[in-house]
């Protein structure tokens, strides 16, 4: 299958601070990438629809402009988690797809980013 | 709004036993449905797609069914090993993606 990865796998920062994460899609062009928190014990949740070279689609309840999304290529999208507090602690997940038609291809999953905020 | 949820929550088998775990979605206007695993600590692995106008896939030791009139998916594990424990995702695919809440997975030795 197709291989996304993340960077950095994880990461530990002082509250206040901002944190940026990468998805890359290595070997296809992601025309859609979508980026998931999972708080422990819980289901992955959906943040955030990513459309290359179009503003994110955000989840009820998640904050634009705190969790700033950027799809600037078809490779590559990226995640700030601005201004970072304790409870923005989890493990960060990206997916990269492309569409055919009107359906959604098969996702693919990055490794995963593990945010700690002290 | 779509709701998927999967049971049973645990499971613990002895290694060598065959078992299903079960996901059922709410609303079968889907595009496809994914089973992925999700070891601890790690993303999430993808294991089986199935897309809407399929009944099944077959991978190794795995075969996921859907039955979309039904709202359900199957995912059989034949001769289960402790390689296999691991909390199993399945997610319906709409026009965004519904994730079960996750079947966590014990294969003793």
């Known amino acids: 299958g197709a291989v996304v990865s993340q960077h950095p796998s994880w990461v530990i920062c002082k509250s206040g601070t901002s944190v940026k994460i990468e998805c890359r899609s290595l070997d296809f062009q992601a025309t859609t990438m979508f980026w998931y928190r999972q708080f422990p014990k819980q289901s992955l949740m959906l943040m955030a629809t990513?459309?290359?070279?179009?503003?994110?689609?955000?989840e009820q309840g998640v904050e634009k402009d705190k969790f700033l999304i950027n799809h600037a290529s078809l490779t590559l999208s990226t995640l700030t988690v601005t201004s970072a507090h304790p409870e923005d602690s989890s493990f960060y997940i990206c997916?990269?797809?492309?569409?055919?038609?009107?359906?959604?291809?098969?996702?693919?999953f990055g490794p995963g980013t593990r945010l700690t905020v002290l | 709004k779509q709701e998927v949820t999967q049971i049973p929550a645990a499971l613990s088998v002895p290694e060598g036993e065959n078992l299903v775990l079960n996901c059922s979605f709410t609303d079968s206007a889907i595009y496809n449905l994914q089973w992925f695993r999700q070891d601890p600590g790690k993303g999430l692995t993808s294991l089986l797609l199935i897309q809407s106008s399929q009944r099944e896939q077959t991978s190794g030791r795995l075969n996921a069914s859907l039955d979309k009139s039904s709202g359900r998916s199957t995912l059989y594990i034949a001769a289960s090993q402790p390689g296999d424990s691991a909390t199993y995702l399945c997610?319906?695919?709409?026009?965004?993606?519904?994730f079960g809440t996750g079947t966590s997975l014990t294969v003793i030795p």
């Open positions: 997610a319906a695919t709409g026009n965004q993606f519904y």
């Open positions: 997916s990269a797809s492309f569409r055919e038609g009107s359906s959604y291809n098969e996702q693919f």
């Open positions: 990513s459309n290359e070279g179009s503003k994110a689609t955000y």
